[in-house]
T-cell receptor
Framework: AQKVTQAQTEISVVEKEDVTLDCVYE???????LFWYKQPPSGELVFLIR??????QNEISGRYSWNFQKSTSSFNFTITASQVVDSAVYFC?????????????FGEGTQLTVNP | EAGVVQSPRYKIIEKKQPVAFWCNPI?????LYWYRQNLGQGPELLIR????????DSQLPKDRFSAERLKGVDSTLKIQPAELGDSAVYLC?????????????FGQGTRLTVV
């Protein structure tokens, strides 16, 4: 079975602070993919990033960065210099070739509030 | 380009009544998903279609839920009869492919309240 755990239910920061959202996953598959999605108050989930299990290179995209560590089964997401518009629920998700095809297994989400 | 369109956005019904949700995926996307998102939780897959075929419906409560995707485009999800525990947001998503690395595009969802 696959499982994604986001231990942080809610995080509140002040604008311009850096914030890291944690994600830990479990899977028996050797080939899998990890995702981060953002869900603003409007409701739709917006794709942010995808990583495959063979690519542990960390990535930076503007104010966003991701840290994938296979040894600890973690895929953490950092927002640098947070802004009020970053306020949303962030979901980490997993899909695996053998087990589930393109079905996403989501964590329970982290509500991020950025205060002015 | 239009995204995934769902209707209605909100629905309030009494328990034991039927309800239906409609989804129009992004043009050209052959894979369509219905997810259910309970309050404070992540979405969970109910059913996945590849064109007109339901290829993953293992988590669809088939005693009261049904879905169809005629002509491999629009889809309808139905609940009959609805129960209080069905209150949730029902999200539709679509993607170009079926591989695990496929990016799924989500609609805004239908928020169902059963009273």
């Amino acid at each position: 079975a696959q499982k994604v755990t986001q231990a942080q239910t809610e995080i509140s920061v002040v604008e311009k602070e850096d914030v890291t959202l944690d994600c830990v996953y479990e899977t028996r598959d050797t080939t899998y993919y990890l995702f981060w999605y953002k869900q603003p108050p409007s409701g739709e989930l917006v794709f942010l990033i995808r990583r495959n299990s063979f690519d542990e290179q960390n990535e930076i995209s503007g104010r966003y960065s991701w840290n994938f560590q296979k040894s600890t089964s973690s895929f953490n997401f950092t927002i640098t210099a947070s802004q009020v518009v970053d306020s949303a629920v962030y979901f980490c998700a997993l899909s695996a070739w053998e087990t589930s095809g393109s079905r996403l297994t989501f964590g329970e989400g982290t509500q991020l509030t950025v205060n002015p | 380009e239009a995204g995934v369109v769902q209707s209605p956005r909100y629905k309030i019904i009494e328990k034991k009544q039927p309800v239906a949700f409609w989804c129009n995926p992004i043009s050209g996307h052959n894979t369509l998903y219905w997810y259910r998102q309970n309050l404070g939780q992540g979405p969970e897959l109910l059913i996945r279609y590849e064109n007109e075929e339901a290829v993953d419906d293992s988590q669809l409560p088939k005693d009261r839920f049904s879905a169809e995707r005629l002509k491999g485009v629009d889809s309808t999800l139905k609940i009959q009869p609805a129960e209080l525990g069905d209150s949730a947001v029902y999200l539709c998503a679509s993607s170009l492919g079926t591989d695990p690395d496929t990016e799924a595009f989500f609609g805004q969802g239908t928020r169902l309240t059963v009273v």
